[in-house]
């Protein structure tokens, strides 16, 4: 099962973040994501958070959460656990960036958390998906799209099929932005280290 966690930061085209949601997602909303699931029109499945960014009484929902404002997690991070306890084996972030630069490299660093559990996760804002690269990761795409590569931490040994600037066993340079797909698929290896890979349609702007 995969679970659409909907959070406070901005969702730049409300049209495709919808078409990302499917049917027998567990839809969860971090606090003032549920004002975005509002927006879509999508009743959750859960609201959870403390309630600092939005009334609690504004929220129509059969489930919710309230934790206390002074806690060692995000809601984000509160919301992905709950997932995780509750079946989910997949997980979707929405609205996880933009707004509190804070808040979108938390959600950015909890793509490696919860992918060091063995949970493929990943964040579309939009325009972009956002994937967790520690191994190997292929993605699916059309020929123009945009793929870029950017180091979480030193990273090398890495080799790219299916881009237009390879690489072959090579460290990855400080920004790897905007590679071309040459086709409809890409698969990156990476032999040490960890990166970010962004994933951007041809076409798409939020």
């Given amino acids: 099962m995969r679970a659409v966690i909907i959070c406070g930061g901005d969702i730049g085209n ?3 973040a919808k078409a990302c949601i499917k049917p027998g997602d567990m839809i969860i909303c971090a606090d003032s994501g549920y004002a975005h699931a509002k927006k879509m029109n999508i009743k959750p ?6 309630f600092d960014s939005y009334k609690k009484d504004d929220v129509i929902c059969d489930d919710i959460k309230i934790y206390p404002a002074k806690k060692d997690f995000t809601d984000s991070e509160i919301a992905a656990d709950y997932a995780l306890k509750n079946g989910a084996d997949e997980i979707l972030l929405l609205a996880a960036t933009g707004g509190r630069l804070d808040h979108t490299l938390a959600n950015i660093y909890l793509l490696k958390t919860i992918s060091q559990r063995g949970i493929f996760i990943s964040i579309f804002d939009g325009a972009s998906t956002t994937y967790y690269l520690s191994n190997e990761l292929s993605l699916k795409g059309k020929k123009g799209d945009l793929l870029s590569l950017v180091p979480f931490s030193e990273a090398s040994d890495i080799t790219t099929w299916g881009l237009e600037y390879a690489l072959s066993k090579q460290p990855l340079p400080s ?3 905007s590679n071309v797909f040459i086709c409809d698929g890409v698969k990156i290896k990476i032999g040490s280290g960890e990166a970010i890979a962004i994933h951007t349609p041809n076409g798409h702007v939020i």
């Avoid at 499945?45 to 403390?50: K, Y």
């Fill in 175 to 177: 920004t790897g932005v």
């Fill in 45 to 50: 499945d859960v609201v959870l958070g403390d």
């Fill in 14 to 16: 409300y049209e495709r």
